[in-house]
């Protein structure tokens, strides 16, 4: 037996299959085959599980057909934020918790369909600046230039290449300022989009799947 935690987002839904404390399965599935998940989650034979979603729907889709699951709400967490754990998504909560839970000054990029930067100060959890991420930006700022006609090649180029270095400078212009205004010891980087920001930091894939995972633990005993 073991822990089940399921990461719902704008693109897909990442599973992860905990035994003894480490990931064993992963899976990433795509919404078209969700079904497939609801059909086969009990061969995992999971005790508990954790639901960690940013998309409402699909959230309570699988919350009324897969057992043992409970909706990771930030606001029920008794941790400390100067955001709102009201609003604030569920995904940034995970992602930063392995920080939160050490109490330590660091910061975390999640680049998924937008990337948020997302700060802990002494266990604290600070949010943080969002961005679009490249390729959400890039169809609406082309929506927006094309205005009805289409646009050269060379045009279309010109945008994308602009884009990525505006989301680039952003990143890093952020956590420049937010590491020196800090005392930022540590820096993680998870998500789709993680490989191409460039900046430097520990790149984990399955961030938000061990944060869900320590949440878990901690919460959900």
């Known amino acids: 037996m073991g822990d089940l935690v399921i990461d719902v987002g704008n693109s897909y839904v990442k599973v992860g299959f905990f035994r003894d404390g480490r990931l064993v399965v992963r899976m990433r599935i795509s919404y078209d085959r969700i079904d497939f998940l609801t059909e086969n989650v009990d061969t995992f034979r999971y005790d508990r599980g954790l639901l960690i979603s940013v998309v409402p729907s699909v959230g309570n889709y699988l919350l009324s057909r897969l057992k043992k699951l409970q909706l990771l709400k930030p606001k029920d967490l008794p941790i400390k934020s100067t955001y709102s754990l009201e609003s604030v998504g569920a995904d940034r909560i995970a992602a930063a918790y392995p920080l939160i839970r050490r109490r330590r000054n660091g910061m975390v990029i999640v680049c998924g369909s937008a990337i948020t930067i997302n700060l802990v100060v002494s266990g604290v959890f600070y949010g943080g600046p969002i961005l679009p991420s490249f390729k959400g930006l890039e169809v609406g700022y082309s929506s927006l230039a094309m205005m009805g006609k289409k646009l050269h090649p060379?045009?279309?180029?010109?945008?994308?290449?602009?884009?990525?270095?505006?989301?680039?400078?952003?990143?890093?212009?952020?956590?420049?300022?937010?590491?020196?205004?800090?005392?930022?010891?540590?820096?993680?980087?998870?998500?789709?989009?993680?490989?191409?920001?460039?900046?430097?930091?520990?790149?984990?894939?399955?961030?938000?799947?061990?944060?869900?995972?320590m949440i878990l633990e901690d919460f959900y005993r």
């Open 154 to 213: 060379d045009s279309s180029r010109a945008i994308n290449e602009g884009i990525r270095y505006a989301i680039l400078g952003g990143v890093r212009e952020a956590t420049r300022v937010l590491e020196r205004r800090f005392d930022v010891k540590e820096r993680w980087i998870t998500g789709g989009c993680a490989k191409e920001i460039r900046t430097r930091g520990r790149f984990m894939d399955d961030l938000i799947l061990v944060g869900g995972k």
